[in-house]
Structures are given as structure tokens and as C-alpha cells.
């Protein structure tokens, strides 16, 4: 892959994605001592960089392939985007989702109408029921980030941000699967002077450190951590691309995670879910030496459940 | 006072507030049938639009003035927002807040430089407090709504607004003490086929709509309402604009508030306050007859405590 599939990628998927602004807070400009950008993915359509994605790979289908529809399993922010973009383009989406997902991950991803079809909370299970689905229905699996179409979707977040603030010295993005933290390397080096890529992780959840240490991809055992878009593993066509172009990972934990989420909340008004505290953290915190630098930080989803604050909130009702 | 007022406030303070952003959400567009369009002041600097008020009050002190310093009593936004003014303009902030305001409040207006002095919580102690710094200090009181350059101030927000967007067929805005929506309404008069201009306010909270409806401006009771911003009675150079530019004023129930409030926070990954959620309500439950309609909507602000919700965030910890 080359940042050339990136352009093109975002020439197919301009006319369907927001593109989204970057903001700024003076709180973090004072600990950068220049200026963070924040790309507001949580602010794309299906609140979630995914989009992207799934735009761009559900754009490439043949219209045989259209006709059969989409798959996915996940329970996460990718199945809400494919069923989205499925939804714009007039196609059939099946998500296989465990029947432990929280009702409100199952009501979003139906309202965006696909079609939920439930299995028990294993990967086996999971990988079984997609593949029967695909063998009933020749459904096309469109996976989460383990997929060329994918990561450079995900990648146009970066190349809109390049675009709009010039030149960088960092750009930090979370690190699950690692469909995200690719596409934005790649992407940086679009640029004659490219930006140091910085991959940030929940300790709790480090395959992809332990990985870029040891220079062999090692699958997550048991994730622990509050960022539940980073709980999964590594992707086989992601690793390579991080060894080649990330600067390094860096590890964020859980008080970590929830004191710049909760920092972004109430200085900048923005929802953001976990995970994309995971990659505020390391410049707020400055457990990474970026001072006197221009840094891009992608803000990379807003998808939180936040009707227990409401029940709170109704609890209280004067 | 003239929508030329507003044009020259709008001038004056440019340079210190953020020109904040307008933003869409497909749902409210299939509600109204036609555009929601939000101005988002929670985006504000100190989160709120008062602060657009509180610089243009703050730019037409004399040197004079400007030397003794400016004080006035809130325990809300206003405070924050001159606080934050006063310190960009160099100039001495006494904010005299009562005993009851919680903690958060008055280490948000005491992060943005100004005195804290505490009184009372009751009307007569907050007034003779304010007189008691007045006469030591010489402080120029700033209140908070009932003062043209206020109102002048918070009627650039729709200005903006309306510059950005074009024709409106409505604005809505929400009514505490008056200074927003009566410069609101004066902005839409620069306007040749001017918005129609609706007043939202709490039903626990109604002193703006019985005012209105009868005609003589009575003062609020006990307000009961969520919106904390909205609890305040309505001014004396407010309401006469109202009534003169004001198409109707709407109550909306507490229940409305916290719905309005749940879906722009799920929606648009906004954090807004209740006061800002009464304004959202009567497009959102369609209890204003305006579909087809082109509509401005004013988030007011975003100045939330959520450090409950993340309190309960860090008790669930994995």
C-alpha cells in the first residue's frame, strides 16, 4: 500500500463522509507549547472515524457483489459504519453481534438498519455464524481493520488534517486493531517533511506494544481496559505498516484514559469515547517529549453510552 | 436599541471571541422537515455565549474604569465569562457568589483569575455584598442581562449565525433573565424577511411567558427547572424588546429538558447544558408547529459538572 491509495481513497469517499473540523484548546496548547490540532472523528457521520472505511470499501464493490449485500462481526463502531454506509448506498448489511453486546450498540447498529444476527460471546462463534452467513447469503465480509480498503479510509482522517493545519511535527492516534494508526502513518508520509506517527495504547490492552518491541505480532490474551475499541488484536496487514512508518507506541493507563477523557469533556465540550482519550493522554499527561511542537492528535470516536448519567441526572430532578 | 448596536458590538469583540461553529444533525432535519441549524455557544470561550456580553461590555470601559476593576454576583456563566474577559483585557474581577454555589463553580471563575467573595445565599446578600465592594473598590458592576451592552453582545451569536446560514424561517433561543433572546431577536430585525423569533423557557420557570402574556413583567417565584441557567427573573430593559420582537415564548417540561439534552449529547457528541436543551425541545417533540421550516437553534452553553458521571465511570473500572 502506498499513500497514493490513500488520495484515491478519499476522492471516492469525500461526497459521503463529513469532513471534520479540527479544533484546538488553549489548556492543551499551554502543555504543548505550540499547538495540538484535534481532528473530531467523533464528529463523523456514525460517530466514528469507521465511516471512512467502510465508505471506501463498500464503494469498491462490484454491483454483483452489491446485490448480495455486506457482513461483518463486531459489536463495536465498525458495525454501526458498515451498516450506515450500507444503508446510503442501498445495500444489505448483516452484522454478527454476540448476545453480550450492550442493548444499546444492538439498537444503533438496527437503527442504522441492518440486520442483527446473534451468536455466543466467542471469536469461534463469531468467525462460525459469519460463515454461515456468507455461505447462505453470498454477503461480502467487509472486516474491521485487517483489510487494505479499510486502512486507507481510515488513513483520509490524517490527510484532511495535514491538509487544513500544514505541517506537523507529531500526529498521535489510538491503537487497537491497528486500521487507524496505519492509515495515519501512511498518510503522513504524504507530507516532504513527515510527522513522527505515535501510536498510543491502553496498558492494559499492549499487544500492539509488545508487538512493535519484540518485532513479532503477539495476539491480545485477556484485554483489561475501559477502552473497549482497543480491545482487539493486532491485524496481520496493520503490523507491517506500523514496524515501517510508526515512530513508536506508547503505553496510557486507566486513570490516564479516564482523566483526558474527562478533560476533553469539560474543556472542549466534546463527546469522546475512551479510546480516543487513549491517544490525548500522552500529550496532557506529557508522558511523550513533545514539547515546543505542532501536534495532531485524532479524536477518533464519540460513541458512549451515556444513559446512566441521564438516570442520574432524572434522579435528581428538582 | 437598534440592530446597529449589535453590528458594532459584533466589531468590537471579534477579535476576542471564537466566531463558533454551526452544526447540522440528520434527525432534527427530518423532524423540522426542512434544516436545524445550531449555533453552537457552548463552543464559546468559558463555554457559554455570555462571554460575548461580557467582552463587549468590558471593550467600552474608560481607562478610568478599566483601572478600578469590575465586579457583579452570579454564581453562573456570566462570572466565568467576565472573569475570562477581564483577564484577556487586563483588568481586576471580583465576583461576589454566594455560599451555596458548588465548588466546581467557583474554582471554574477562580481558575479564570477573578476574587472570589462569598455571601449569603439570598438576593438582599448578594446585592449588599456587590454595594459593599463597589464603595471600597470603585469596581464597575457588569450585571449580567439587564444591560444594553449585554444584550448588544449576545445578539451576535444569531448574526453570525444568520450571516452563516442565510434566510431563517425561525430562531429559537432559551429565556432566563432576557439578554439572549432580546438580542437574538433584535438580530433577526437585520434580517428583510426577518426570522421569527420564539422564546423557550422551562415550565418551572415561567416568569418570561406569564410576563408576555399578560403583558406586565412579573418576577420569578421559586423557580423549579434543571436548567440552571434559566432560573433567574426576567430584566426590565429585556423585556419590552421581547415583547415588541418576540414571536411567542414556549414552556417546555423538565422531562423535555433532559430528553432534548440526552439526544443532542448522543447525537451530535455535544456536550450542552439543560438551559441549552430548552431551546432544542420544541423542535425535537415538534410542540411548535414549524415543519418545512428553516430553523436556528442557539445552544446556549456547556458548562455540565460531569464529574459524577466519570466518579462512576472510575467505580466501574475493569
Redesign the interface.
Known sequence: MTSEDLREAHERIRGLIHRT?V?TSATLDRESGKGVFLKCE??QRG?AFKFRGACNAILQLTAEERARGVVTHSSGNHAQALALAARLNGIACRVVMPTSAPEVKRQATRGYGAEIIPCEPTLEARLATAARVIAKTGAVMIPPYDDDRIIAGAGTAALELLDEVGELDAILAPVGGGGLISGTALAAQTEARPPRVFGCEPA?ADDAYRSFKSGVRVTQATP???ADGLRTTLGARNFPIIRQYVADIVLVS?EEI?GA??FI??R?????EPSSAVAVAPVLFRTLNLCGQRIGVILSG?NVD?????A???G???
Open positions: 473540523p479544533m467523533n464528529l460517530g492494559g483489561h481496559t475501559i486507566e479516564l477523557m474527562q469533556w469539560e472542549t465540550k466534546l463527546i469522546i464519540g451515556v444513559s446512566e448519567y441521564f442520574l441526572m432524572r435528581k430532578r428538582v
